[in-house]
């Protein structure tokens, strides 16, 4: 295991800081901890304000494709649900963006972001748990492959949120979207 997810493991468990001395972060690691930063000086105004909890299911438009998908072809529906099956993932991940880590930190922001979006990556994988029977006997697949189809899902959302995500990016799905935007 690399020292960043074992960084990323300690703050889950055990909830300390780790700063950016204690772990070699990359130039890239390195400059969205700026945007963290930019972000803790947002959340920590005087005037700053939690906006109440939204969500749109899952970002990037993926929900409201899956839904308008499902309404325009019935046996798509039937077949795969009215929204997307992982989309609750969505949602937990939704919470923990809105919010944007529970310390504001920026290096504890940073390892807490990231945990989500593994979270994410994770959750939608063990969707083909719930799937898998259903997609093997649509598809005449194999668990391996019903399997593998999940993780390649579960792989690219979490390209497209770490890509994406980022705080004080004035995108609405940013990190830490609950607080006023940190340009």
């Known amino acids: 295991m690399n020292r ?8 889950i468990l055990g909830g300390s800081s780790v700063g950016a001395e204690e772990v070699d972060l990359g130039p890239t690691a390195r400059l969205e901890v700026w945007r963290h930063a930019r972000l803790e000086a947002t959340r920590t105004a005087p005037d700053a304000v939690l906006a109440p909890f939204t969500t749109d299911g899952c970002s990037g438009g993926m929900s409201s494709a899956w839904t308008t998908v499902a309404r325009l072809f019935p046996e798509f529906a039937e077949a795969h649900e009215n929204q ?5 993932c969505c949602v937990i991940h939704d919470r923990a963006y809105h919010l944007g880590g529970v310390s504001s930190a920026p290096e504890d922001s940073y390892f807490a972001r990231l945990a ?4 994410l990556e994770t959750c939608v994988a063990a969707t ?6 259903d997609l093997k006997t649509l598809y005449d697949l194999s668990d391996a492959q019903v399997t593998t189809a999940y ?6 959302m979490f390209d497209a949120v770490r890509v994406g995500g980022a705080p004080c990016s004035g995108l609405s799905w940013r990190w830490g979207y609950g607080w006023p935007q940190c340009w």
């Open 151 to 156: 993780e390649l899902i579960g792989k690219a």
């Open 4 to 11: 960043l997810k074992c960084a990323s493991l300690l703050l």
């Open 128 to 133: 083909a748990n719930r799937r898998g029977d």
């Open 116 to 119: 989500a979006d593994e979270a």
């Open 84 to 88: 997307p099956p992982w989309e609750e």
